[in-house]
């Protein structure tokens, strides 16, 4: 434990402990708030624009060229040779050791909104949504596999270990509602991210600062209701007697601070039991926004149901929710038009859903969305898989787009070069994405840091770059 | 936004002897002179001659002077140049720094504490941590406060000079339950509690500990904390996750070594360099078993990702992560932050970081085959193995019986396994499909628990005979970047500590061996290594009083937490030394000293925290928390529920049905109930699936070495252990166990549920209001409520 809290914690317990109750009422509630509890709201480095972030994940990695990225070239050059010879650094020369040919997008593109944004027939209804979105087209990474791409997308590196984005941010600006956990995660339990909870841990940040997963049937939070048969009168006598029992303790005890944070910690889970199923009651939405974000079909009800979870949290004051697809889901080496046909359906109308909603409810302004995959995808594949052709990983160009909190609405940034395959112009790297979010929310990617293992660390180790063409 | 009120509270605290470096310049000062000026005012060719990479530096300042007065920003030279009030203005031939980051600087530099301490503390730090540990004189005390030993006259001797007093002797009971849980992790048995509360010897209190140290579940203790520190799973990790059938025999290792009490030192070269000692290990008592290639596992234990792309980055990655580890771990020094540039806090240059790689260039992954030995349980190896062969076999047949059945459903011509894989065929029944797939899946469960006792060591070799003298030479890469091969460089060692950069001098470690490692091991394992017994007295000092003497355990660098009491630091690792680097020595020495018997409680507490609200002088015991492991242990043992098996493969718990279905790369087939119950120590450890309550309450975890576990109070933590499975499952039994310990009178069993849980009895209110549970409900609801309760109390998870 830090010793800023000790000390904080000290004062506290020594205040109540010179039998000053008194006294407390003068204190201003942040002190008291923070003497309890780590996740506290705190100030930020500079004015937020956004308050929220909601992270939507596109596990496998989208493909650039046939989403949002159009590539004409490629007609052109369809079923020609790209040669990868010169390629230095490539990803997977295994894979780039076999002739491969260029495949032209399988979708036809169309202009749409005050912007005129390109959007292919993938994305019918995120195309309705253009002018509140910003796409950045020149998103360039380290490392072309899945899990290492993942954490780097995650957490800065390309190696395990390290806190996640949501992790940073709560560290940063602790969250809004107490009753809620600050850093949510909605993965697709059909399947799970690689490595699982490392992907939003909290590495050597304190364990207050980890993802909650939460489960979008049944309970939504592990160990909510008891495992056993207990009546509610069982619950309350159960918290009365401990709480008797552990105020009798504290006599005495004060050298202990902590004992009254674990007291306090009790009262947050009992009035968790009680809020948080009231906070996610999908059943209190009404129709036409159940319809919204796809309740209603098989196809989008995975997807659509956690983006609605989302917009509920963001509104209850939960600071960053992140969604995952399916581990791989969008990993088209082959058959890329039924894959990621596939990929579209599901995640398509939620998304369209989500930002209008957020938008007739006032809280896209204050809620900044993300949406990435952990790579973009090559103009071109392997030739002897022409017949079912699909797309391999690309970590040389990707298309990410934000939403509302601040970003710039109706804007591209950056280009490709004429295949879509490298970034050419204003090019960008994942923690510059990194930086474009905590800029968003308050915080300077230099100055959020944690002293762990002989240094300070940061999200983005020596510093990132903001987007400031995405930056309203 | 800190409170107005805290301000006298921190700067009190300068008063303290032990002044770390000072936290607003590593917080805040710090990060702004890397990013705006280190660029130029650093390493050898510093401009103007003043650095700005720590804060000793700026207090000797360049040509100009004295860069800083910590406290006083205004006579601070750094800010006159930065606002342009000196010539030229800093950063020069920039941008001027925005004015937020000027005020920023300004008011850190305001709240620094006055200059003296700091500086030489800096200086002095250096040249201790550097240079090997010579004992020092046993302070002689003024007042009569009695010493048990001499840890108690070098921690006495600080008190007095601050003029306190230490705390009373902890309660017999509080003792009684410090040290159990402390030695072995559980709490003890009624029978042993009163052992020793009715013991009349003078030392009933030595000979308690002594039998807690001869008891084989201090090792199952002990070793937990050396596995957090080598970052122990039992899987690679990263996307497929592999399991890593039997590094549980590395685990197993480590819990023999703190059993029989191997020196150290022998430790230590094991597992660096256990395939290629001369010298044979002596273990006291036992019979000598060379378990050296089992101990290897220690290099094997990061995280691997096996469908990497780039074998040659695999490699160098793995180089990397086993470089960074074995200089924390062992000497306590930050040595991987010299991976891409110098160091920027300690004398360690970024050469040096590659000199102690090269040690390690002869060394390839190997799982090497291995006999069990008798103290892994050979004969039972044997039978699980035949056993699991015979069920295997069996199961096969009853997967092709299934087949054949099956088959001969279907019509000629309909192929089995197309009609198996297509989900909708209708050829199938709901039926059909899970006979077929139990008996798959007992198969497949089967051939994954033979894997786990096959005699084979996850381990390392040397590179493949008699290719040894070809070993790759060893590059220093500028940035880290496998492509930037800079200068090539031999085996070395730190140049700071050995006084000169030179190839180290490798000796023969036997046919096919490069004898590098062992180099290496000697080096480290060497009482002439001034950091080595120190680190690791601290570490055992930090377990048992809850904080190290340093608190940052492996950091004793620049940047590292300054020694509370440096003196005793330095007498215990020359004792370590001399008690042949026995670990239970140092125990004993700790754990029979009156600092450790003290209470967390003190009549003049409050006086004494203004000055020391840390409790850096020992003026009473720490509190603790016990770990999630000890949590989840101490729970099971209470309500009778403990499987108390020792050693072998890992047991695997039980997980949610929707989780366990999400992991793709793995089966994860929970063990039989008996033996989920055994020491969390045994659950298989699974880096992309730890258990629930030991993530919720701060493990390790398990991709990095971790000296320290944080220890946070959230909660989550409360809902897990209010709700669990395992608080609802533990509470029934816990129940019925105290209603056949006391019988039918609700009093006697409120009194038995204490004793079991507290080791006392109620108090009058307790009982009173314990009663009241019984209102309407049968007596093992109430106890089972009871329970419940008594898991989930301060009193239960805190050590006082």
Known sequence: ?472 | MRPIILVPVIVALGVASAAPEDPAFRDKIQPILQNNCAGCHSGPKAQAGLSVTNLAELLKGGKRGPAISPGQAGRSLIMQFVRGEKNPRMPIGGKALPESLIAELEAAIDSMKAVGETTVAGKDHASWVFSPPVAPKVPALRGASSIANPIDAFVLSKLEQQGFAPAPPASRRVLLRRVYFDLIGLPPTEAEARAFLEDPAANAYEKLVDRLLADHRYGERWARHWLDLVRFAESDGFAIDGERPTAWRYRDYVIRAFNNDKPYDVFVQEQLAGDEMQRKPAVRGGQIENEGILALGFLRMGPWERDANFDAQLRLDWLNEMTGTTTQAFLGLTVGCARCHDHKYDPIPQKDFYRMQAFFASTRIDERPMPFLESEGRLEMRQQVRRLEDELEVAQEQVKSVERQLQAKLKEGNSLQKALADKDSPLLTVGDRKRHKDATEQVQRLTLDLARYQPIAYSVNEVAPPAVMDIEPTFVLAGGERSAKGASVEPGFLERIVGKSEAAKIGYAGRYRSGRRQALAEWIASPANPLTARVMVNRIWQHHFGEGLVRTPSDFGMNGDRPSHPELLDWLATQFVEKKWSVKAMHRLMLTSNTYRQSTRHPEAKQIAESDPENRLLSRMNWIRVESEVLRDSILAISGGLNRQAGGPGMFFRVKDEVAQGFQMFKWYPSDEKAQLRRSIYAFQRRSLPMPLMEVFDAANMSESCSRRSVTTVAPQALTLLNGELTAVEAQRFAARVIELAGADPVQQINKAFALALLRPPTGAELERARTLYEGRRPEEALARLGTVLFNLNEFVYLE
Not at chain 1, 35 to 53: E, I, N, Q
Not at chain 1, 232 to 259: C, I, S, V
Not at chain 1, 432 to 446: E, F, K, Q, R, S
């Open chain 1, 1 to 472: 434990m830090n010793p800023e809290w000790n000390r904080r914690h000290f004062l506290y317990r020594s205040l109540v402990g010179a039998g000053g109750l008194a006294l407390m009422d003068f204190l201003n509630t942040d002190l008291m708030a923070a003497s309890t509890s780590p996740l506290a709201p705190k100030p930020p480095h500079h004015p937020a624009r956004a308050k929220s972030c909601i992270f939507l994940t596109m596990l496998g990695g989208v493909a650039q060229m046939d989403t949002f990225d159009p590539k004409p070239a490629l007609e052109k050059f369809d079923n020609t040779v790209l040669d990868w010879s010169n390629e230095k650094r490539t990803d997977q020369p295994d894979l780039y050791a076999k002739p491969r040919l260029i495949l032209k997008s399988p979708w036809k593109f169309s202009k749409y909104g005050k912007s005129g944004m390109d959007v292919s027939e993938l994305f019918p209804h995120l195309a309705t949504c253009v002018d509140d979105m910003t796409f950045v087209k020149t998103i360039t990474g380290e490392n072309g596999n899945h899990p290492a791409a993942t954490f780097l997308m995650n957490t800065g590196l390309v190696l395990p270990g390290r806190p996640s984005v949501g992790a940073w941010v709560g560290y940063g600006l602790g969250t809004e509602n107490q009753n809620l956990p600050g850093f949510v995660v909605l993965p697709d339990y059909r399947a799970l991210p690689f490595s699982g909870s490392q992907q939003w841990g909290a590495g050597f940040l304190p364990a207050s600062y980890q993802g909650t997963m939460m489960q979008w049937k049944g309970d939504p939070i592990n160990d909510l209701r008891p495992a056993g048969q207990l009546s509610p009168k069982d619950m309350q006598d159960q918290m009365a007697l401990l709480r008797e029992y552990n105020h009798a303790y504290l006599d005495g005890n004060f050298t202990n601070p902590d004992l009254q944070g674990r007291i306090d910690s009790y009262e947050l889970a009992f009035r968790m039991q009680a809020e948080v199923p009231g906070v996610l009651n999908l059943a209190k939405e009404n129709e036409a926004t159940r319809k919204m974000y796809g309740l209603d079909s098989d196809t989008t009800r995975s997807f659509g149901t956690r983006c609605l979870m989302a917009r509920q949290l963001v509104e209850k004051g939960t600071r960053f929710v992140q969604l995952y697809t399916p581990s791989q889901s969008w990993d088209s080496h082959t058959d890329i038009v039924k894959g990621h046909a596939k990929n579209a359906q599901e995640v398509d109308l939620p998304i369209a859903g989500l930002i209008q909603d957020l938008k007739q409810r006032n809280l896209l302004d204050s809620t900044l969305i993300v949406w990435m995959g952990e790579f973009g995808r090559t103009p071109d594949h392997p030739a002897d898989l022409r017949d079912k052709a699909g797309r391999d990983h690309n970590t040389k160009a990707m298309t990410m787009f934000f939403a509302g909190g601040g970003s710039k609405p109706g804007v591209t940034v950056g280009a490709t070069d004429e295949l879509g395959w490298r970034a050419v112009d204003k090019v960008y790297r994942m923690r510059d994405v990194h930086a474009t979010i905590l800029h968003l929310m308050g915080l300077n990617d230099m100055r959020l840091m944690h002293y762990h293992a002989g240094r300070n660390m940061r999200l983005t180790d020596t510093g990132g770059v903001v987007i400031r063409e995405a930056v309203a």
